[in-house]
Structures are given as C-alpha cells and as structure tokens.
C-alpha cells in the first residue's frame, strides 16, 4: 500500500522567516497531494492541494511543488507568521475511492 | 459554509461496550470516510463508503467495526465492543468525488476505560 513519509518532524522558525516540509511518496498511481494543518485538539484543515498535472501551486504565503518522477511533494510557508504555529500533515490518495495516507506530520512553531 | 457535523464532541465508555460515533456529512457530497488519530500520531483510514456500500477499509477496520447511512443525511461508525486501544480522536470526512478534496468533522474524542 501508500507510504507516506515527512520530514522534518519538528521545524523552529523566526516570524518573517520562509518553512519547508518535505514529503515522499510510494504509489505511483496517487494522483492528488493535500496539506492539512492541524491545531491542538481541532481537526484537520485543508490550506493547499495539488494534482498531479500540475508541478506547482501557489496561495498567498503558501505554496506546493511536486515531482511526480522522484515521487516528492513540498510545502512552502513564506512570511511566518505566529499563527501558522501547529501541526502540518501531507497526505497522498490511493485507492478506488482516494482514501488518503498521511505523513507523520510536522510541528512547526514560529517564534517572535 | 457547509461543514461536516460529527456527534459526540467527547465520548467516555467501558472497555467491551458499544459505541456509535455519529456525523453529517456536507450535503451533496458522495464519499464518506472515517479516520482515527491516536493522541500525537498521524491520522490512519479506517474505511471508505460510496453508493451505500463500502469501498474500502484498512486492517483497523476488524469486525468490531462497521459503518451505517441510516438515512439520507447520517454517517456512522460502531464499535461492538470496545478496547482500550480503541481510545482515539475518531474524523469523519465526506468528498464531492473520489480524488477530490475531503472535508472533515470535528472530531468525536472516544477515552475506552
């Protein structure tokens, strides 16, 4: 099956400074890549996905690349803030009906 | 903005006791899903619903388990009978189509004593 992994599991950033979150991929045919974020004791809140037609998208601050050949995904976070501060999962779809696999998640603080 | 709805918030229950775990999904959506979150971990699948029957299910997904829509509007989950282990924050998600965004609940907080 899917094997998600991420990495780094714990990422510390200055306000204004940009954060990177890596993750790869193992099913070739997953075909739809999303970043959830996470606060404590809340659910998971979707902030950017992408598809596998395309390599990059970009939302304001945040920004995803893929590259579907080497199977890795990336979430860019540029301008932190103090509340961009919780926990991001990637996730990738399998499956008839896209079940999602997630990765380990990253706890992202950013400090004044 | 629609939303998905779960019911409980927080559900404390004895261990070999049923439990039903509810949610509404977002209205015109198709797919359902339920997902668990052991305290720190990552989010697991537990199972996928479509056209009123399962789709797919992960190994979590033993016969304690199963999954109803009573009714046009309802998604739930039931554990026969609970395990310690069964202790988890338990998402509902619902998605237009297969491969397209998932939208999840709150969360119901199940503690197996």
């Known amino acids: 099956g899917e094997n998600v992994e991420q990495h780094p599991s714990t990422l510390s950033v200055q306000e204004g400074d940009s954060a990177v979150i890596k993750c790869t991929y193992s099913?070739?045919?997953?075909?739809?890549f999303p970043w959830y974020k996470q606060e404590l004791g809340k659910r998971p809140q979707l902030i950017i996905d992408?598809?596998?037609?395309?390599g990059e998208k970009k939302d304001q601050r945040i920004a995803v690349t893929l590259n579907k050949t080497a199977k890795h995904f990336s979430l860019h976070i540029t301008e932190t803030q103090p509340e961009d501060s919780a926990v991001y999962f990637c996730?990738?779809?399998?499956?008839?009906?896209?079940?999602?696999?997630f990765g380990t998640g990253t706890r992202l603080q950013v400090t004044l | 903005e629609p939303e998905v709805t779960q019911t409980p918030s927080h559900q404390v229950t004895q261990m070999g006791q049923e439990v039903i775990l509810r949610c509404v999904p977002i209205?015109?959506?198709?797919?359902f899903y339920w997902y668990r979150q052991i305290l720190g971990q990552k989010v697991e699948f537990l199972v996928s619903?479509?056209?009123?029957?399962?789709?797919?299910k992960s190994e979590i997904f033993d016969d304690q388990f199963s999954v109803e829509r009573p009714d046009g509007s309802n998604f739930t989950l039931k554990i026969r009978s609970t395990k310690l282990e069964d202790s988890a924050m338990y998402f509902c998600?619902?998605?237009?189509?297969?491969?397209?965004?998932?939208?999840f609940g709150p969360g119901t907080r199940l503690l197996v004593l």
């Open positions: 209205s015109n959506h198709l797919y």
């Open positions: 996730a990738a779809n399998t499956g008839t009906a896209s079940k999602l696999t």
């Open positions: 992408i598809r596998s037609n395309v």
């Open positions: 998600a619902s998605g237009l189509m297969g491969g397209e965004t998932q939208y």
């Open positions: 619903f479509y056209n009123n029957e399962i789709s797919e």
């Open positions: 099913d070739s045919a997953s075909n739809y």
